[in-house]
């Protein structure tokens, strides 16, 4: 595609609840990032995949956060038991070997 | 570790006026710089690398090593560059790695 796309832009969930949030990076783009942006924030590092390498997955803040990758495709991050200090914009980013990100444009989590 | 500091959480200043946004790393190599910006309704995209040297709509930014800064300037603001910056470092490896952002800076150019 012509740039990294999330999916949905927008999600309003129940505390307690599960969720999935997917990025789609840009076509070829080895490495693929995700972010979370609390309100009035700075960006907090999440996870990494690079190529096939083990993802560095330092950033995520507990184990009810995960997320998978498929080849140099499809990322989805998954945060389940949904906690109100959940509610934050998440951002993905790709890019290819040391080169800068393409971001997109970011999911908005609201937990309820 | 590695951190960047980002001290001013906004600069106001006025249309024409010279500005400087802040920014301090803390990493014991030769990291990688950048300047991201994201502008009202748009995505985080890419305004300048250390590496590159380049001037981007007028912004300039020296990598200080003695003083472990990377400060954002342009000596004469526009109402257009009324965005969210934000500082970002990233340590050299094989494979790129992330990237580590400050807190960011919202910059308003009033008229």
């Known amino acids: 595609g012509a740039g990294v796309s999330q999916s949905p832009s927008n999600k309003v969930t129940e505390k307690g609840k599960d969720v999935e949030l997917r990025c789609d990076p840009i076509s070829g783009h080895t490495a693929l990032y995700w972010y979370r942006q609390r309100l009035g924030q700075g960006l907090e590092f999440l996870i990494y995949f690079q190529g096939n390498s083990a993802p560095d997955k330092s950033g995520l803040p507990s184990d009810r956060f995960s997320a998978e990758r498929t080849g140099e495709s499809v990322s989805t991050l998954t945060i389940q038991r949904t906690q109100q200090e959940d509610s934050a914009v998440y951002l993905c980013a790709s890019s290819e070997r040391s080169t800068s990100y393409t971001f997109g444009s970011g999911t908005r989590l609201t937990v309820v | 570790a590695q951190r960047v500091t980002q001290p001013e959480k906004l600069l106001s200043v006025f249309k024409g006026a010279p500005v400087e946004l802040k920014c301090n790393y803390s990493y014991s190599g030769s990291p990688e710089l950048f300047w991201y910006v994201q502008y009202s309704r748009q995505r985080l995209q890419l305004l300048l690398r250390h590496i590159s040297r380049e001037s981007i709509k007028g912004f300039t930014a020296d990598l200080n090593k003695g003083e472990t800064s990377f400060h954002l300037k342009k000596p004469f603001a526009q109402e257009e560059d009324s965005a969210m910056y934000y500082c970002?470092?990233?340590?050299?490896?094989?494979?790129?790695?992330?990237?580590?952002f400050g807190q960011g800076t919202e910059l308003s150019v009033k008229p």
């Open positions: 970002a470092l990233r340590g050299p490896g094989d494979q790129g790695g992330k990237l580590i």
